[in-house]
T-cell receptor
Framework: GEDVEQSLFLSVREGDSSVINCTYT??????LYWYKQEPGAGLQLLTY?????DMKQDQRLTVLLNKKDKHLSLRIADTQTGDSAIYFC??????????FGQGTRLTINP | DAMVIQNPRYQVTQFGKPVTLSCSQT?????MYWYQQKSSQAPKLLFH???????NEADTPDNFQSRRPNTSFCFLDIRSPGLGDAAMYLC??????????????FGPGTRLTVL
């Protein structure tokens, strides 16, 4: 079945870049998503990438997709304390059947 | 602002006492979803409604039921909560289940505690 894997924790210094990695198994996924969840809150869509793209940039966020290796990454430039959250990778063929990873907890050190 | 609203944000119930969680949306989306999220885990889809059509996930326990009386509202009923049902329950909406360009919009969640 479909599976999405992420490392559980990442700690970076304020101002550095954060890179959160994700691997997935379903090669038929059309879109891959990154969601952010702040403490006590729901999931907020950060960005997504279509499966025929290699890269997408949106302000401080850069998404890289290696379809051959089924590897997705999210890079956050100039990481700030407000970026502290859990980041979920998700794959799907549209909105209906999203499969989420376990989430990576990003901690920012001063 | 158009949004997905969940009430209450925190719910405490007793073991075996039925509980209902509420979700409403002002997005006029066709699809509404309910997820269960336990600590340090991915959200797990329980079921979704596409308009009035109910779609249950195969591994969702019978203890969990849902109602959608109109486009705006959707309820999650837990008939006999057990200790293992303590979790965050997330409601989400999307315009359509089939559009590749669509995505899901989440509410803030209801944290359920079972005593």
């Amino acid at each position: 079945g479909e599976d999405v894997e992420q490392s559980l924790f990442l700690s970076v210094r304020e101002g550095d870049s954060s890179v959160i990695n994700c691997t997935y198994t379903d090669s038929s996924s059309t879109y891959l998503y990154w969601y952010k969840q702040e403490p006590g809150a729901g999931l907020q869509l950060l960005t997504y990438i279509f499966s025929n793209m290699d890269m997408k940039q949106d302000q401080r966020l850069t998404v890289l997709l290696n379809k051959k290796d089924k590897h997705l990454s999210l890079r956050i430039a100039d990481t700030q304390t407000g970026d502290s959250a859990i980041y979920f990778c998700a794959e799907g063929q549209g909105a209906q059947k999203l499969v989420f990873g376990q989430g990576t907890r990003l901690t920012i050190n001063p | 602002d158009a949004m997905v609203i969940q009430n209450p944000r925190y719910q405490v119930t007793q073991f075996g006492k039925p509980v209902t969680l509420s979700c409403s949306q002002t997005l006029n989306h066709n699809v509404m979803y309910w997820y269960q999220q336990k600590s340090s885990q991915a959200p797990k889809l329980l079921f979704h409604y596409y308009d009035k059509d109910f779609n249950n996930e195969a591994d969702t326990p019978d203890n969990f039921q849902s109602r959608r009386p109109n486009t705006s509202f959707c309820f999650l009923d837990i008939r006999s909560p057990g200790l293992g049902d303590a979790a965050m329950y997330l409601c989400a909406t999307s315009r359509s289940p089939g559009l590749a360009t669509d995505t899901q919009y989440f509410g803030p969640g209801t944290r359920l505690t079972v005593l």
